[in-house]
């Protein structure tokens, strides 16, 4: 019986976190189908790309929202700590493999889009340990800022909730279960973001925050004294 309940939990997480809450958002403000946008991600930092910064927070919060509210019908349900943890890796799951956004490829194959499930790693984290987003906020917009990438900001919750969720472990304070969350968000994250990964390794990939800043200042210097920006 206690089976057949976590599977349904498991069951339950991954379709609510399927839900697309960013194409439905942007599709509401501007019209637009964000499938069709840029990285044609569902997640808040294309939604902004689509329909400005306030459709992109909106996602990003009900994306956050999502996965930690399974979290928390997971301990309604049962006190099973493997549940608990397993819940919003489903969640992530289906926010980067949408039940609901299934299409065939070029190639014939049915294919499952969505995001890249930084919110929603953000959300479980914060589901399981509220006092984890209290220290992956800050070090997660720092490493946004200064690094400027928001795929390695992306990739980093996931490696900071298995730090988090190690150190309480290992003292005693929570259980290695939600080490395990972390080490699958992780993996999800990474896969998600092949695509990016090469970018970087071509040196191609957007930037963002200081580098940014940085980048434009340097290139209007180069116009100003008659260079021409260098590429």
Do not use: C
Request: proline share 4%; net charge positive; aromatic share 10%.
């Amino acid at each position: 019986m206690q089976f057949l309940i976590d599977a349904g939990l498991l069951i339950a997480a991954y379709i609510f976190g399927s839900i697309p809450f960013g194409l439905i958002i942007v599709k509401m403000i501007s019209g637009k189908d964000l499938r069709r946008v840029e990285s044609g991600r569902t997640g808040g930092t294309n939604a902004m790309r689509a329909a400005g910064f306030g459709a992109g927070l909106f996602t990003a919060l009900l994306d956050i929202f999502k996965a930690a509210s399974t979290v928390w019908l997971a301990r309604a349900v049962t006190g099973n700590p493997w549940a608990h943890a397993l819940t919003p890796v489903a969640a992530v799951l289906g926010h980067n493999y949408s039940i609901f956004l299934a299409e065939r490829g070029p190639d014939g194959r049915l294919r499952l889009r969505g995001g890249a499930g930084g919110a929603a790693a953000f959300g479980g984290a914060l589901g399981l340990w509220p006092p984890a987003a209290l220290i992956i906020f800050p070090i997660g917009f720092l490493i946004w800022f200064g690094v400027g990438y928001a795929s390695v900001t992306t990739m980093s919750i996931g490696l900071m909730a298995v730090i988090i969720f190690g150190v309480r472990a290992a003292l005693g304070l929570g259980p290695w279960a939600h080490v395990i969350y972390g080490v699958l968000a992780e993996i999800l994250l990474v896969w998600a973001l092949r695509p990016n990964i090469k970018r970087l390794r071509e040196g191609t990939e957007r930037l963002h925050g200081l580098r940014a800043m940085l980048q434009k200042r340097r290139q209007a210097r180069q116009v100003a004294v008659g260079e021409g920006p260098r590429h």
